[in-house]
């Protein structure tokens, strides 16, 4: 199995950056694309940004476009999420998540998620 684990949230005025991490660990063979989504309360839960392999390739919400940054460290098996001018809107649960293979089965690739980590924007 794959565990992922967020971390980096936490309380933050308007205008402020975190920066979320997402690490990989376990029975890892290989991770394919990653991504972020956020869930605020009484809201689906959306797409923030994904990122491919090899980084090549972002794709954005254009709620966080030119404000967040997705990037990872395939060496770390590691993501990212750079998130700079927050805005209360942004206020919610932030999830990772990861298509992988394991070492135990390498040709299937499963999607895996993090358990969300909590970021919080005041005005």
């Known amino acids: 199995q794959v565990q992922l684990v967020e971390s980096g949230g936490g309380l933050v005025q308007a205008g402020g950056s975190l920066r979320l991490s997402c690490a990989a660990s376990?029975?890892?063979?290989?991770?394919?694309?990653m991504g972020w989504y956020r869930q605020a309360p009484g809201k689906q839960r959306e797409l923030v940004a994904t990122i491919t392999t090899s980084g090549g390739s972002r794709n954005y919400a254009d709620s966080v476009k030119g404000r967040f940054t997705i990037s990872r460290d395939n060496a770390k098996n590691t993501g990212y999420l750079q998130m700079n001018s927050l805005k209360p809107e942004d206020t919610a649960v932030y999830y990772c998540?990861?298509?992988?293979?394991?070492?135990?089965?390498?040709?299937?690739?499963?999607?895996?998620w993090g358990q969300g980590t909590q970021v919080t924007v005041s005005s």
């Open positions: 998540n990861a298509v992988a293979a394991t070492a135990w089965d390498t040709r299937s690739f499963n999607t895996y």
């Open positions: 376990g029975s890892i063979f290989s991770i394919n694309a």
